[in-house]
């Protein structure tokens, strides 16, 4: 299931209209059913290798318990397509939309960079079996959104809980574990700032990958939360060290980002290194709430 910035949002149309919801692999706590089924009224289909959590919002019509994968196969086997036309194309029409709008061009030379235009960038950068682990913020919402994922857990996510700082010892533990593949940790300035101190265990451990710092000097996710609900932001900014400087200081390679077209081939660069390396990237959150807005007048096909 997408993760869905707000209420209304492009996946909560499909949820809207449908009557079946099939649940492969969900974890009530990504997005509580009382936001996508608010009447109670849906059939559901959990299929995962624990029993479901049930609650008033997800009273489970058919509960299909075991691996996933054979789980889907032994389905597929069984099923057969039954086309209602008007609904595939209302389907294939979201669809659409939903694809036009990684396609759609935002000032890809803008200075701050759009957080859009870094995610395009990792994308490029990134092969499909290399591992992005991202932290917790502005930075993650954007990349749940716009980075298409081509084989399993090639995007980690820390969701749910959602710990800050989990990017960097997660990378490390990614590289450890995968050390002819390109890891790379996106993080929020204020993440970045909670495990930064892990960039020895990184040097120690000789984990070369690479860390893109979305830097904001400030809580971005939490100040896009109050601009919505009170129209300011409170005691969510701060100055960040020189990150450059600092990553230069535990034996890493430092990198500034000082236009939009240096941020693909520094992260090349980057990803040469012998040794782990941090690249800043100055980003324009004003991005948030014009997503905000945008979504706000959205309607569904
Ligand atoms: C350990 C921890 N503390 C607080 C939070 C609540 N929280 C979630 S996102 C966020 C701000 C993230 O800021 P930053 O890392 O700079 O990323 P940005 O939103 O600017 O991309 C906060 C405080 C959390 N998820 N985890």
Redesign the pocket.
């Known amino acids: 299931m997408a993760f869905p910035l707000q209420e209304h949002d492009y996946v909560s149309c499909g949820l809207d209209r449908a009557d079946v919801v099939v649940c492969v692999g969900y974890d009530l706590v990504e997005y509580a059913p009382a936001r996508w089924n608010p009447r109670h009224d849906k059939r559901i289909v959990h299929i995962d290798p624990s029993p479901a959590e049930v609650d008033a919002a997800y009273q489970v019509a058919v509960g299909v318990q075991g691996a996933i994968a054979g789980s889907l196969t032994r389905i597929a086997g069984r099923a057969s397509a039954r086309g209602d036309a008007a609904k595939m194309r209302a389907a294939g029409a979201l669809k659409e939309i939903i694809q036009k709008e990684f396609r759609v061009e935002s000032d890809g030379n803008a200075f701050p960079l759009k957080p859009q235009v870094v995610v395009a960038a990792l994308r490029a950068v990134l092969a499909d079996n290399d591992i992005l682990v991202s932290?917790?913020?502005?930075?993650k919402l954007w990349i749940a959104r716009m980075y298409p994922c081509m084989l399993p857990n090639t995007c980690v996510i820390s969701n749910g809980f959602?710990?800050?700082?989990i990017a960097l010892p997660g990378a490390i533990g990614a590289k450890l574990v995968y050390p002819e593949r390109r890891v790379l940790a996106a993080?929020?300035?204020?993440?970045f700032l909670?495990s930064a101190q892990e960039l020895e265990t990184a040097v120690r451990a000789r984990t070369n990958f690479v860390a893109l710092i979305?830097e904001?000097s400030?809580?971005?996710?939490?100040k896009w939360k109050q601009l919505k609900r009170y129209g300011r932001p409170a005691f969510v900014d701060f100055r960040n060290p020189d990150f450059a400087a600092l990553a230069e200081s535990f034996g890493c390679r430092g990198y500034r980002v000082n236009a939009a077209q240096e941020l693909q081939p520094m992260l090349e660069d980057a990803f040469r290194q012998p040794v782990p390396a941090v690249v800043t990237c100055p980003v324009d959150y004003g991005e948030n709430l014009r997503l905000t807005e945008r979504l706000g007048a959205w309607m569904c096909p």
Not at 218 to 222: F, L, N, T
Request: proline share 0%; with cysteine; aromatic share 10%.
């Open positions: 932290d917790v913020g502005a930075h959602a710990s800050m700082g993080c929020g300035d204020g993440g909670m979305f904001d400030s809580y971005g996710v939490i």
